[in-house]
């Protein structure tokens, strides 16, 4: 059971992308692997995330092109990251408060992944599975004595 975001992301690989990649080709990279943001990173650092709002709002909605576009001009620059120590319910609060889906993150200056609120959602509801079978496996071990209940 994961006790960290780190958990989560461990043996998964993350989709990156670079600042001079075309919209299109990052959106074409973030379908093939089934998720909504890829960080934006150059010379090893996090510059920025573009995300499935990004595109609808600073593309589509905003009617550019996305063939040419450089994902850097659209992207989410200084987005708020976490580090992997942090706690899942950590990561949802952080979410909460900043209003985001995605969260990149980052040790000792180094991106590690990204998980997502989906992500955090599973690994809580996992949680919760977990102890309500640890109670119902204390329910078993409790005498029940005759005439009560």
Do not use: W, Y
């Amino acid at each position: 059971m994961p006790k960290s975001l780190g958990d989560l992301v461990k043996g998964r690989k993350t989709v990156i992308a670079k600042p001079g990649d075309t919209v299109l080709a990052v959106a074409k990279r973030l379908k093939a692997a089934n998720v909504g943001a890829a960080p934006i990173v150059k010379d090893g650092i996090l510059v920025g995330i573009f995300t499935e709002r990004d595109l609808l709002k600073r593309v589509v909605a905003a009617g550019k092109n996305a063939v040419k576009l450089p994902v850097s001009k659209v992207m989410t620059k200084t987005p708020v990251t976490a580090v992997p120590t942090n706690r899942v319910l950590e990561g949802l609060e952080v979410m909460r408060q900043h209003n985001c889906r995605h969260l990149p993150l980052i040790d000792n200056g180094k991106l590690v992944g990204i998980v997502s609120q989906r992500d955090i959602i599973t690994a809580i509801l996992d949680m919760k599975e977990e102890e309500i079978d640890g109670l119902k496996q204390l329910l078993d071990l409790l005498p029940i004595e005759p005439g009560v209940g």
